[in-house]
């Protein structure tokens, strides 16, 4: 059972092949959550990855693929803590900050 602010409790549910202890299964759900804020809300924030147009044959496959590579070459780019936004605009803007990032991807 979860609650927010003066909400309504919410009961979740979540199924398992194996039998855990209550805080294992909370610990293994924050660590799914983790991911999916991380990875995926960057992807749609600064890919724009819910609003592809993508869908025939490969192409939605592919389009994860890239930019997900984007991604892993955007997050090596920059030693400082500058945003992902900042770091795209600068590849957009200097070819050289553009080949340095690549030229980084291991």
Known sequence: ??????????MRLFMASTLMSPQRALDLTRAHWHIE??????????FDEDLSRARKDNAPANTALLNRLARNILQTADAAKVPI???????????????????HMR
Do not use: E, F
Request: charged content about 25%.
């Open 85 to 103: 936004s900042h770091r795209i605009k600068k590849c957009a803007w200097n070819d050289d900050y553009l080949i340095n990032a690549i030229t």
């Open 37 to 46: 804020n991380g990875l995926h809300w960057m992807l749609d924030v600064h």
């Open 1 to 10: 059972t979860s609650r927010r602010d003066q909400a309504r409790p919410l």
